[in-house]
């Protein structure tokens, strides 16, 4: 199993599903009124990227404009593309993600879009426009003392725990719980931890924690039972994994039929589903949400409004800038849709290569031209980085 570092802050949430490439599908609009390019020396370029699709990736490279149509193999073995979307979920070529060298980096990170606690600002997002927020992406970049690349990131994101830099330790977050899809892929549950204590500084391992599920069996359509995760992991470190159906713990090494993994090993702590590159089933997440709007929920399947939620489940998967820094905000004023924090992402194409192209980019919108949602809206500009001030 990959891990995550504890010490990182909370990340805002990740993955979701594939878009297939095809770069006839997906045009450079250079319309000023439409947050492109006005053609007056400024270099802007916007895409909408077709990322709807649940089977394949969108392959971006920033320095054509195009969307390559790779396989998934191809993609796996080639340095052309720069960004893979799939939904809401951003890869860099690089790391876990790709073979290439692609890093990457916030080079603006809109913090009056959030309060003090990290929460959304709502008024904020509600009334940020692409023409608003330009003037960041036209900014000028310091080099950045750190490059990052991407690696293994759990669908579930690390909103379910606290961590007090005081003392070091970990606690449950109780506030914020997810929606889980099953190894199986044919159940589901309301999750959130509810107890979890693991004093990180004092070498006692995770002395106990307690997940509560909410559980909609298969072929149903709401929560019907209940099922609970409790244990402790000692101090060399290991994993627990459960199956919210049995409502047991299972061996990991041994047995398939396991929906979530909680672990840890040295520095670094995890809690994945059975999917992606951290198991072989199809489980995935959504979340996380305020448990105060997932009370409201009644089903796994269908919001509160009688939306389908299929398209919501993201597989663990590979991440790095966009994850721990994430480019959007959802269910604000309990409207269910996802909002832009319009932050500006610095893009290395070759982090051995001093002489390769970096790229400021910004996502601007998710609806694409014609409102569908799994249509990121990207404009992006070369630039060339400052150094930092001794």
């Known amino acids: 199993m990959a891990q995550t570092r504890w010490m990182i802050g909370m990340a805002l949430t990740t993955t979701l599903l594939t878009g297939c490439g095809g770069s006839s599908d997906n045009k450079i609009d250079d ?3 439409n947050g492109g390019s006005d053609n007056g020396g400024d270099g802007i370029t916007r895409m909408v990227v077709d990322a709807s699709s649940s089977d394949t990736m969108a392959y971006l490279n920033l320095a054509s404009g195009e969307v390559l149509n790779l396989t998934a193999a191809q993609a796996a073995e080639s340095e ?20 290439g060298a692609v890093v990457g980096v916030v080079g603006d990170d809109q913090a009056d879009f959030y309060d ?15 023409d608003s927020e330009l003037e960041h992406l036209k900014d000028t970049f310091t080099a950045p003392a750190r490059w990052s690349q991407d690696s293994v990131v ?7 725990y606290n961590y007090d830099h005081s003392n070091g330790n970990m606690s449950a977050n109780s506030d914020n719980g997810y929606l889980l ?16 204590t693991f004093p990180t500084r004092t070498g006692q391992g995770i002395t106990s924690y307690e997940f509560s599920f909410d559980v909609q069996p298969a072929g149903t359509e709401q929560f019907t039972g ?23 713990t299972v061996d990991c090494a041994s047995s398939e039929n396991w929906d979530l993994v909680l672990g840890f090993a040295d520095r670094s702590l995890y809690l994945r589903t059975n999917s992606g590159p951290s198991g072989n089933g199809d489980g995935g997440a959504f979340g996380p949400m305020t448990w105060s709007d997932l009370s409201d929920y009644t089903s796994a399947t269908t919001d509160p409004g009688g939306n389908s939620l299929a398209s919501h489940f993201n597989a663990d998967s590979t991440g790095g800038v966009f994850v721990d820094h994430g480019w959007y905000a959802y269910n604000l004023s309990e409207q269910h849709q996802l909002w832009p924090n319009y932050r500006v992402y610095l893009i290395d194409t070759d982090r051995n290569d001093d002489a390769s192209p970096v790229y400021a980019v910004q996502l601007i919108g998710y609806y694409g031209d014609d409102g569908e949602s799994g249509q990121p809206v990207l404009r992006w500009r070369e630039v ?4 930092a001030a001794e």
């Open 31 to 33: 319309n000023p009124d």
């Open 80 to 99: 052309d593309w720069h960004l893979a979307l799939r939904r809401y979920n951003i890869q860099l070529n690089g790391g876990a993600s790709g073979p």
């Open 116 to 130: 003090d606690s990290g929460e959304p600002v709502a008024n904020v997002f509600l009334n940020a426009t692409p």
């Open 154 to 160: 759990s669908g579930l994101g690390e909103a379910w």
């Open 181 to 196: 899809r099953s190894g199986e892929g044919d159940s589901y549950a309301r999750l959130r931890a509810t107890e979890f």
């Open 226 to 248: 209940t099922a609970t995760f409790t244990g402790s992991i000692p101090p060399e470190g290991g994993e627990r994994c459960f199956d919210f159906d049995s409502n047991a």
């Open 384 to 387: 060339t980085l400052t150094e």
